[in-house]
């Protein structure tokens, strides 16, 4: 249970900010004690992108990934059913997977031997059968609610989580007319790129939602391949989405291709797609620390697609995504000095940015007055 006051925080003053076009108290970018309000209200109740289905394609294949402070484990059972659980052992606590495996037929726990089925429930637990009181059925692995959308997949620690369609709403509907979510067996797995991000997650959020600063940072890769200047893309937002439209331009230098429109979903919290003809693009971010974020990146493209153009696309990412983390870094080790309060939108170019920042209030509004 939080409390605005134990956490110094003036909802008021925070409701009227961010509709003058402040941002969020800078405080929240650097602040453990905000950061464990962020865990709570947001992250442990919400979808998360967990990685590519490709990954666990086969009956017996098993992947895991630590989302933040979350270790989650996804298996396909040897019927196909794909399911999603707490990596933490139930005995206690030692991780049960630790890395990706295929052909497997139970989950093992390394550090006194539990074993679990792919279902999560416990199979085997060494000498302990004879104890009094010990019983097997309520010693399965914690479930996590998991769904599919095209080849990704997501994960939700509130196992009784309502679908995602409901979660994205409009941006859901508009995603899949807009091709985000093809047919996974119509696209193969690329590239994967994780980044580990010097900054707090919402700078890079920030950063994500507005394209104010695309002309300056990236007129090497994402503003050489896009329109970026004002009034060139389109935006929509609603409650856990914003979409954006961006029209291609003719490309110059090593990123050369053909033009083509760009819709990007930024789905709350953390999920962007894109689509461009024949290649597909997603990826999630997860907080690690008040100064660390985690961004998993997947290229998708048609099979036959030409080598060079999905090199040439996936390597215009790489590149912008990389000039972010500089950025967004740089902005994280300044506004963790304390000196500067609040920031200033300039709500004709960052409106994607200050939506972002009033979704993640309202949700932290939420849990501080539940
Ligand atoms: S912690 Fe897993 S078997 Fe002991
Ligand atoms: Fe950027």
């Not at 002309?215 to 914003?242: M, R, V, W």
């Not at 999920?271 to 008040?290: N, S």
């Not at 590149?319 to 309060?341: C, F, G, M, S, W």
Request: net charge negative; with cysteine.
């Amino acid at each position: 249970m939080f409390k605005a006051r134990d956490l110094g925080i003036d909802i008021e003053e925070i409701d009227r900010r961010l509709a003058d076009n402040w941002s969020l108290p800078t405080r929240f970018y650097w602040d453990p004690k905000i950061f464990d309000l962020e865990m709570e209200a947001i992250f442990a109740r919400n979808w998360l992108y967990f990685g590519s289905v490709h990954q666990v394609a086969r009956p017996g294949d098993v992947a895991v990934r630590r989302m933040g402070r979350l270790p989650i484990v996804v298996t396909r059972d040897r019927s196909g059913t794909l399911r999603a659980f707490l990596n933490i052992c139930r005995h206690r606590g030692y991780t049960v997977v630790e890395g990706n495996k295929t052909n497997c037929l139970r989950l093992a726990c390394r550090y006194h031997g539990w074993s679990y089925h792919l279902d999560g429930t416990l199979a085997h637990a060494p000498d302990a059968a004879g104890e009094a009181g010990f019983c097997r059925n309520e010693l399965g692995l914690a479930t996590v609610a998991i769904e599919q959308w095209g080849p990704a997949l997501f994960v939700n620690p509130d196992a009784e989580a309502g679908p995602i369609a409901s979660f994205w709403g409009r941006g859901y509907a508009r995603s899949e007319a807009e091709g985000l979510a093809p047919d996974a067996e119509g696209f193969e797995l690329v590239r994967e790129v994780i980044y580990d991000v010097e900054t707090n997650w919402k700078l890079w959020y920030d950063n994500g939602a507005e394209c104010y600063h695309c002309a300056l940072i990236h007129g090497e890769s994402f503003a050489n391949a896009y329109q970026s200047d004002a009034g060139t893309y389109e935006t929509e937002t609603g409650p856990n989405f914003s979409f954006n439209m961006y029209h291609g331009k003719p490309r110059e230098g090593a990123n050369a291709g053909p033009a083509s429109d760009n819709p990007v979903l930024q789905a709350f919290p953390g999920f962007v797609g894109f689509r461009d003809g024949d290649i597909l693009h997603h990826a999630g971010m997860v907080p690690v620390a008040p100064d660390r974020t985690c961004h998993v990146t997947h290229y998708y493209a048609r099979p036959g697609t030409d080598p060079d153009y999905v090199k040439a696309w996936c390597d215009l990412w790489d590149q912008t995504y990389r000039e972010d983390n500089v950025v967004t870094a740089d902005q994280h080790r300044n506004l963790a000095a304390a000196q500067q309060p609040w920031n200033r939108y300039v709500a004709s170019r960052e409106f994607g940015a200050q939506h972002i920042s009033r979704e993640i209030w309202r949700h932290c509004k939420a849990a501080l007055q539940a």
